[in-house]
């Protein structure tokens, strides 16, 4: 039986007869082995390796979401979690350079033996995608087939189990609803912010009508941009116009959780909201890392094969591109920035609330 | 009178005078000096700094190509010059990361303050795209205005000055097109190299048709996979239907310089092409680079501003995206990855050529 | 006279005509300029740049400190401005790689013309050292002379005015002292951590001694270790041991400080502590980073000059070398990593003390 | 049988049932599992698939320098494969960062269930010291063990023999040693250089001694920095001096090999010393990333640990410390920059070897 007190050694702790000897080069089957096929080899097991920590990571960001019972307190722990996925992100966009060090020449050398093997058949990059967010749906197809048609039954039941369960974008919607501060005794915040970004605007557009030291033409273009900018803020805190940029596809955060992605925002320096505010910024840079990660990948890609077709028979770079923009999860987040005004004209908090807000220990 | 041996000082030497002193916020004219501006100021004036170091290596480098005198000594020093832009380039997309430091509220602190100048408006910038090979008709407009107009009248003529001479893309093309090897007494290389193709498919789509152990359905994927390649390659290597390409529009290096480029990637282990082989390399690298800048800048926009309009009054973020893909200079270098074939299926060189490809010394 | 509504461009905005104007190549006043001392030049500038970035942030973090009114919400901004400073210190550690770039002998060609100017001679680097902390006894000296001699007169009155404020050790120091919770009513944390290392030592010397899963080397090892760990948390949280510790120079932090920044790593989870644990990572990862600034710098003249003199005249490499590790300001926090103990074993917070570093929302 | 045809799957062809399956929690044996434990395991099996990597690289290189038959053709391709472990060795020092996520506070939730494996158990590791050229009685000790102690008598016995193979160190000198070009026809390299060296020091110190711009004090500077150099390049480039310096183990590269290295230094502007000085320069970041990350591994344990033992019951960060001066090997390589002159001032190589030098083409 295991012990505490056992000796245990690096190797065995770490599985390393495993783990280290696990490189088989095809090539080296068929023929002389292709020296660049143990790279090729080697550094898809270690994404592979980093892919399971970040399910590790997200996995237990969204159990602290269980059953609605997030507290404040868990905030700072998702926080943490999804700091050092992001720091995993960069590691694996970084290390796309060491895989161009394998010219397309080198490539060739082994890449007829790895036919139809393909970066598709990542079940570990699928459950990533899931988790984050990404629905069957909005997936791009590669081949006219079903994406998850590579994976034997079981991992296809796999799948299909944890796509039924709430992902980071569902998790974090359905918290964002939860937020008790968009109404506090008298304070409306929607109908407060949108007082304050017209007498914002009203005093803009009117001192820029005064001024004498630019032109017209200048004139005009500053007052189209602000009264573009009320225009869209008005439309979007609109519940009405929220919902019908939902059914049209062009939304897919719902309205009261991006209010409270807003408040969250505009408030982030009373202490209770400081670390969702960080926490929403954690989010949507994980996002933009995949993004960014896709983007890469796709660069190499290009490189690599030029236009071939990817060893799984698609057109590799082509679904790789497409993919950088539809697989992005969070981009309602980016609207949010749209939606600011500077912290000057923010309305008040009432005192009432801004004690809520603070540290017990402040009262 | 200025002496060799006069004392130097760190702070005159380096001007620190002018540079240190350079920061002025206009958001202290108007009130108090907001924190982020500094920033802001700054990490700009490092862009120009880094801007104007790429132009002083590209116009280094394209001194070297002038009056077609490139000769292969001269390659060493190019490629030493593009490695350095490699490194700087890696610097300005990871400084990205310092400016993602500033949150889209704190920018709304001065932002006011800054319209309507615009990173249309750096100078420097247009001189590197027009150094690298842009071409006029090619930019992506914004604001319907050409994008030189925001410049002063010498700044215009400077421009156009720059944009008459050699670019990093016309002087390569006429680079590659000077290779003395694709023809050397019988060695018809082109000829040689379709044959080597045909040869090589004709084994490959027998060997498929043959095997017992794959599917129906994937031998014929894989031999459609060769077929289509075959054809790619013949297509590509026709030069009345590359020059097609080029009058549609979808190519933009001649037909000669397609063809050395191919020949360099094939034999560079040759002494005489390494060097060579080392050049198209690190200008894809300088080329991608610029392409990547180009896509986190414009991630980088969308997080600070949304939808919102630039302070150019542009549509920020949709301009930069566009200009991701269409200010790619070199792209038909991607197109060589798909040219290739195995090392073990290549044409053999000629004894003699192969001589005259390597050192004195080894004769 | 300035207006808000001024038409402002992106070149005068920057001062470009300074900033891009102040590269004077001296290699070129006594004969061909030297390719590569544009680079050196816009380096250096670039460093100065971002110095003054760094200044301008640690400024503005220790005014929140002022007049020992730093209350909890300020801890955020500090740690927001910090997180600044350590993406541009990565900034400066990566952009060491283009430095590189210019190898020893192209820096030769243009290294005569810099004697006697040298980094040494940097006041804004001095100003970086100083505002973290670094104590004028405490400097390595060069070339046996007062480091501050290489600057003009007003240059040295203005540091001297700067030593004499509160450095960022200074004032973090006090903020730790003024931590309220190292006493609450009955509790008293030192008293009853000792305790729980006590229990927790007792524990595991039993089992050790009772297992029979090691050998007796290896069980003398472990309990080697415990005894020894117990007794250096002993030893390190007695006011008197502390003080003479510090007497003889070994350690800079207060007592009190240091059992506060203890406090504050066990029980970071608790709301009110979060921001402050932040708080101590991001001094700790400053400090480190301009320790591997030191590290990087020192390699980089190791490669360019070998043991040549520097050109200010001190054994350069040699001196960088010794800075390392003696300008290394917040060394006392790596004490607490060794003074912690697992969180199963530490001392229950007292509820009504868990209640006030809540939110007051939570009551 | 495998069949070249057969249909391979991205998940056999990784083997990701070994991979992915290789992670045991020991702290799930002893109760609750810790969540940090899967980083600390993930993270080190990466390091060890990386390792192998390089181990892979490097032996390749080696190969390449098998019975003195290594022609300049092979340099090219010695030059690509560091060139890649150098872009891994930036990732196994960036991926520092990902284990920094880990606090203290949370290793300490595992750190028990590990004692007595450590770092030190890793063979791989070691095997990249041997092949780099770390030789047994340069190793620093701890524990007062043999280092390979703790390695299964099979592995002893391998290390032993990779050991007695030619390590990089070793392979490396004896092609110096064999480089053709120190004496050539009546060219003696090193005669012709002191010559050289001694017309630049006497011009440089008649001009510093006539002229009247600066004072007497950095006059004397200058002239003793000049006499230093001067003496310390002739005293290098005496063969008895180098070799007392060999036998008191300040030096390990021998005579021969130095002033080979000098020389490809000087003239690498030849077409045939171009990849033979990048070869150096890649030998010489190679090693310098070594000891980098020697030193980043040390920061992050004395962050983990402070002033704790490792879990090896070593002083852990002591130990570490030591190694990164002590283990690195081509310490001489940066003696070179020290041995350099101007361009201008070298002396001329003769016309026929110059040819020699250059492409058979450009006869």
Not at 28 to 50: N, R, T
Not at 57 to 66: A, D, P, R, Y
Not at 108 to 116: A, M, Q
Not at 223 to 233: F, N, P, S, V
Request: hydrophobic fraction near 35%; include cysteine; charged fraction near 30%.
């Amino acid at each position: 039986m295991s012990d505490k007190y056992s000796s245990v050694h690096y190797t065995n702790y770490l599985q390393l007869d495993k783990i280290i000897d696990a490189q088989h080069l095809r090539s080296g089957d068929f023929g002389e082995e292709a020296h660049d096929e143990m790279l090729f080899i080697i550094i898809h097991q270690v994404y592979e390796l980093w892919f399971k920590q970040i399910i590790h990571e997200i996995g237990s960001v969204l159990s602290l979401f269980k059953d609605n019972h997030f507290e404040e307190k868990m905030v700072g722990d998702a926080v943490h979690k999804l700091n050092r996925v992001i720091e995993i992100q960069k590691i694996l966009i970084d290390q796309i350079k060491v895989l161009e060090t394998m010219t397309p020449l080198d490539f060739l050398e082994f890449r007829n033996y790895l036919i139809p093997a393909s970066g598709f058949q990542s079940w570990q990059f699928r459950v990533c995608e899931i988790r984050m967010g990404l629905k069957p749906d909005a997936r791009i197809t590669y081949n006219k087939t079903v994406y998850s048609s590579v994976f034997s039954e079981e991992q296809q039941k796999e799948l299909a189990r944890i796509q039924s369960e709430d992902s980071l974008f569902d998790a974090v919607q359905k918290w964002l609803e939860r937020t008790p501060f968009l109404q506090f005794g008298e304070f409306d915040f929607i109908k407060e912010y949108l007082k304050a970004v017209e007498t914002m605007t009203d005093r803009e557009r009117e001192a820029i009508q005064s001024t004498t030291h630019i032109s017209d033409h200048n004139k005009e273009m500053r007052i189209r941009m602000l009264d573009e900018t009320q225009k869209y803020i008005f439309n979007s805190l609109n519940e009405e116009e929220h919902n019908k940029s939902i059914e049209s596809g062009e939304t897919r955060l719902s309205f009261k959780a991006t209010v409270a992605a807003l408040l969250i925002h505009l408030y982030r320096d009373e202490p209770i909201l400081r670390a969702p505010y960080n926490l929403l910024n954690k989010i949507t840079e994980v996002d933009e890392l995949f993004t960014l990660y896709r983007y890469r990948h796709m660069q190499m890609v290009l490189r690599m094969l030029g236009k071939k077709m990817g060893t799984g028979g698609s057109s590799g770079a082509e679904y790789l591109k497409k993919t950088v923009e539809q697989h992005h999860i969070f981009q309602d987040f980016q609207k949010i920035a749209t939606l600011l005004i500077p912290r000057s004209d923010l309305p008040e908090l009432p005192k009432e609330m801004k004690q809520k807000l603070d540290f017990a220990y402040n009262q």
